[in-house]
């Protein structure tokens, strides 16, 4: 039973980051639910195997990465909701997941801001926001774009959480 609860969380966190991932893209919003209800889900992830360790460094991960979080929002580097879910992905890949998850971010979220400077990737990312249904905003290029960078935690909160359970 506690099995599967494990997989039934483990495949709703796939669905909830990968609809934070589309409404990042759509309108750079990540909504507060959404944070809220990945990390509502994670005792159930966590009931298959608990662990006070395991437990305890799962929170302080989450909250080092917030707190790190908090620091680059007020500088104007990261979103409130990119620095909430990404709080919330270190919550679920542990004190073991949570070094590869910050680097896997960087380096996904690295390449997207490479395609979304060059003007076709800017096109691209304007084109699936007017087809998503979000208010048309003029195409912008260069260091000013906007990065919804919550398609990178998502990606590679996915790889960190999700992948090795499938080995």
Same mark, same amino acid.
């Given at each position: 039973?506690?099995?599967?609860?494990?997989?039934?969380? &483990?495949?709703?966190?796939? *669905?909830?980051?990968?609809?934070?991932?589309?409404?990042?893209? =759509? =309108?750079?919003?990540?909504?507060?639910?959404?944070?809220?209800?990945? #990390?509502?889900?994670?005792? &159930?992830?966590? $009931?298959?195997? !608990?662990?006070?360790?395991?437990? %305890? *460094?799962?929170?302080? #991960?989450?909250?080092?990465?917030?707190?790190?979080?908090?620091? #680059?929002? $007020? =500088?104007?580097?990261?979103?409130?909701?990119?620095?909430?879910?990404? $709080?919330?992905?270190?919550?679920?890949?542990?004190?073991?997941?949570?070094?590869?998850?910050?680097?896997? +971010?960087?380096?996904?979220?690295?390449?997207?801001?490479?395609?979304?400077?060059?003007? !076709?990737?800017?096109?691209?990312?304007?084109?699936?926001?007017?087809?998503?249904?979000?208010?048309?905003? !003029?195409?912008?290029?260069? %260091?000013?774009?906007?990065?919804?960078?919550?398609?990178?935690?998502?990606?590679?909160?996915? &790889?960190? +959480?999700?992948?090795?359970?499938? =080995?």
């Amino acid at each position: 039973m506690a099995l599967q609860l494990h997989y039934a969380a &483990l495949a709703a966190f796939a *669905g909830l980051m990968l609809v934070a991932a589309f409404e990042d893209l =759509r =309108r750079f919003i990540i909504p507060n639910a959404l944070t809220l209800s990945v #990390c509502a889900l994670w005792p &159930l992830y966590f $009931a298959a195997s !608990p662990s006070l360790y395991g437990g %305890l *460094g799962a929170l302080g #991960c989450a909250l080092a990465v917030f707190l790190a979080g908090a620091v #680059c929002f $007020a =500088r104007g580097w990261l979103g409130g909701g990119d620095v909430k879910l990404l $709080a919330a992905a270190a919550l679920w890949a542990g004190p073991a997941g949570t070094p590869s998850l910050l680097v896997l +971010t960087g380096v996904l979220g690295g390449m997207l801001a490479l395609f979304m400077m060059m003007p !076709p990737g800017a096109h691209f990312a304007a084109l699936a926001r007017a087809k998503l249904g979000s208010d048309p905003e !003029p195409i912008q290029s260069g %260091l000013a774009a906007p990065i919804p960078y919550g398609i990178a935690i998502a990606g590679a909160a996915l &790889l960190v +959480t999700v992948l090795p359970h499938f =080995r």
